[in-house]
């Protein structure tokens, strides 16, 4: 079997003697190197809401602080499809995820911010305007010679199968819910050239990622991107067989073969990777991650610096209210999941509802390895000694810099390592540097101030810089961080009334984190901290099927860091009610569809004790 490089040698012999232009040899440094970017997928299946543009223009900030370096955005163009994957006009922007003007408003948000944008590129295949193949803005210099001649618009019964002016064999797998474009054509080319450029130096993308490129050959990628030169592109290559995870190689070699296709001008995501995790999660099957040489068994064991690693995506995963959901990484795993991926090599993307929308206990658990990825100076390109792979654990160690252990096993890296970070089934350390971490907090106190919230307490900690607060609803049950400060008391908000919470807290500096301290708990109150008094907030606005209304403000119950939900009734009116606010108290409050999309404009004020009726804009 030729791993990882197969026309790739040839074109190395070439250049040894001397044939190929140089000019080709610089371009490959943009694609393949060392790099230190972290992804998110800026979006999900059920992102097309009309207003997704003004989302990503309003979390910009909170993208850039979480450390991504890249943003993988959905495709931009008018579709027949309300995802986008059916395009029919390229050059008109006016999608279901907003129009022109808000999309280069959320790019240049996240530009100003040092954060790359990549459009999603759907070029396997097209929708006309109107009807099966009357492609516009643009047009080909002849739109029947475009598609493929194997495609089903010239088949009998269908509208072009009397036409004899055809394209070329489609050179990959055909796509039946629209024309399958004729890559061949000189014409097809220079148009998708030509708009890869617009959308480069018009609207301000900086690179791609390829939709279904299994659908065509992979030496036109390459030869769109020496057209285009961006800073980054990744193709979807998902093998069309079924994944044997007794033979995970047959997936790892058709990956690299795409790749070697492009001229080593894309790298991929690691369809491998994402399987076998959820294999050794789901089965106890931890070794499965070790291959026959010793490596990680996904595409990153074979070609890291050109494997994009991941553990759901909009087709895959679940979306907030649904989603498609076609393969799912185990959700209670998903943690873990990550500690593997932001610790190993490849570029590692963070899939937006986990991110955004799975709670801040996850959302500050990957923030957290994230930021010690790069603190620790972890590459595509890495080296990864594992130590062991068996039914209870996997654990490695990364350029002898970083240790992580996943699975229920023990297992803790021998000589001066201080543990960085740990969670559900997980544990990560860092190499010591001549400190030490701080020891657990002690005296720690849990007392209920509301019946939505609970403040956490304890003594100041040696040489601590950080405490990160995790809760759990049963004193032996997984816990989950909540949060993370200086100071040496947390208040836990937006919980539900006369419910107990367990709490444990950690210590950290820049050489490690300590243990967990002692549990401790506490039960939220009844109800009525204002005073008897009930305070309404009604909402009027119709969020679309299968989203919701949370609430976030500045008085208790209600945070700036975390929405309550609010309740729908008839007539699109979402309600919330508590009588944890004083009567007479003025407050401020904005409400957020599925706490995640802001509304616009200025805070709204409420009166405790009164209701409070508004019609937001988002």
């Not at 002849?142 to 010239?154: G, K, Q, S």
């Not at 939900?565 to 009588?579: L, Q």
């Amino acid at each position: 079997m030729v791993k990882r490089l197969g026309l790739f040698r040839v074109f190395m012999v070439l250049i040894l003697i001397g044939i190929c232009f140089s000019a080709n040899l610089s371009s490959f440094a943009q694609y393949e190197g060392s790099s230190t970017d972290v992804m998110l997928q800026g979006f999900h299946w059920l992102s097309c809401n009309g207003s997704w543009w003004n989302t990503i223009n309003s979390n910009a900030s909170a993208i850039q602080q979480a450390g991504f370096t890249i943003v993988w955005l959905p495709p931009v163009s008018l579709a027949a499809s309300n995802e986008g994957y059916l395009p029919t006009q390229w050059y008109n922007l006016s999608s279901k995820y907003g129009n022109q003007t808000s999309l280069q408003k959320a790019i240049n948000a996240l530009k100003s911010r040092g954060i790359k944008p990549i459009a999603d590129i759907v070029i396997n295949h097209r929708c006309g305007s109107t009807n099966w193949a009357d492609f516009t803005n643009p047009s080909f210099s002849n739109n029947n010679t475009a598609i493929c001649r194997n495609d089903e618009y010239f088949s009998s019964g269908n509208p072009g199968a009397g036409i004899s002016q055809r394209g070329a064999n489609d050179t990959g797998e055909g796509y039946a819910a629209a024309r399958d474009l004729d890559h061949t054509n000189s014409s097809v080319q220079t148009e998708i050239k030509n708009w890869l450029n617009w959308l480069k130096n018009t609207i301000g993308f900086q690179g791609w990622r390829y939709d279904f490129v299994k659908g065509y050959s992979g030496t036109y990628v390459g030869m769109y991107n020496t057209a285009t030169s961006p800073y980054f592109s990744v193709g979807e290559y998902w093998p069309t067989n079924y994944f044997d995870v007794n033979n995970p190689n047959n997936w790892r070699q058709q990956i690299v073969d795409w790749i070697d296709a492009t001229g080593r001008k894309s790298t991929a995501f690691d369809f491998v990777t994402k399987p076998l995790l959820a294999e050794a999660f789901n089965n106890n099957a931890y070794w499965r991650l070790r291959d026959s040489d010793g490596k990680p068994a996904g595409t990153i064991g074979w070609w890291p610096a050109m494997s994009v690693t991941f553990l759901d995506n909009h087709d895959t995963g679940p979306s907030p209210g649904g989603g498609q959901n076609h393969w799912p990484f185990p959700s209670n795993h998903v943690a873990a999941g990550y500690a593997y991926i932001l610790t190993h090599p490849g570029i590692p993307c963070v899939y937006w509802p986990h991110y955004f929308d799975w709670g801040s206990g996850l959302q500050n658990e990957i923030k957290n390895m994230i930021a010690l990825r790069k603190a620790q100076g972890i590459k595509s390109t890495s080296t990864v000694s594992i130590q062991v792979a068996d039914s209870s654990k996997y654990a490695a160690i990364i350029d002898n810099k970083v240790a992580v252990k996943i699975g229920p096993g023990s297992w803790s890296p021998s000589g001066s390592w201080n543990l960085a970070l740990s969670g559900n089934n997980y544990a990560i350390w860092t190499k010591s540097s001549g400190g030490t971490a701080p020891s657990a907090p002690t005296g720690v106190s849990a007392n209920a101030t509301s019946s939505s919230s609970i403040t956490i307490s304890w003594n100041a900690v040696s040489g601590a810089t950080s405490y990160t607060v995790y809760r759990s609803s049963s004193s032996n049950g997984s816990y989950s961080s909540v949060g993370t400060t200086s100071s040496t008391s947390f208040t836990n908000t937006g919980l539900s009334a006369n419910t107990t919470y367990y709490y444990k807290v950690t210590a950290a500096n820049s050489y490690g984190t300590s243990g967990y301290s002692s549990t401790v708990s506490a039960t939220t109150q009844s109800g009525g901290g204002g005073g008897g008094v009930t305070t309404t907030i009604r909402v009027q606005y119709d969020v679309g099927f299968g989203n919701s209304i949370y609430i976030r403000g500045n008085v208790s119950p209600l945070s700036w860091t975390q929405g309550v939900a609010a309740t729908w009734t008839t007539g699109n009116v979402w309600v919330y009610t508590t009588t944890d606010i004083p009567a007479g108290q003025t407050f401020e409050f904005k409400p957020l569809i599925n706490d995640a999309i802001w509304s616009t404009g200025s805070n709204f004020t409420g009166v405790g004790g009164q209701t409070i009726t508004i019609t937001p804009n988002f």
